[in-house]
């Protein structure tokens, strides 16, 4: 299984932790998205997409509310 909790991204750019943003489906894949939350990366060069198979996906399976959440920060949702 693989948590995606249990990863730390970190921008090649401006050497910051990214905090992941979205989440969407892809055939038999989890999509997660992470972006800096600072004015020095541009999200659109910046941000960094982390694809879990599904049948691993931990996050996916244990919290199925998560597709309609915005932001997640460490260990809880906001």
């Known amino acids: 299984m ?3 909790r249990n990863l ?3 921008c090649g750019h401006c050497d910051t932790y990214q905090t992941l943003c979205a989440y969407r489906r ?3 894949w989890n999509v997660y998205v992470y ?3 600072n004015d020095v990366c541009d999200p659109e060069l910046s941000r ?3 694809e879990v198979p ?3 996906d931990e996050l ?3 919290d199925t509310a998560w597709e309609h959440r915005r932001r997640h920060t460490g ?3 906001d």
Do not use: F, P
Request: with cysteine.
């Open 26 to 28: 892809r055939d038999d």
């Open 60 to 62: 996916a399976r244990r």
């Open 54 to 56: 599904r049948e691993l």
């Open 48 to 50: 960094t997409l982390v």
């Open 8 to 10: 730390s991204i970190k």
């Open 2 to 4: 693989i948590n995606i």
């Open 75 to 77: 260990g809880g949702h």
């Open 35 to 37: 972006e800096c939350e």
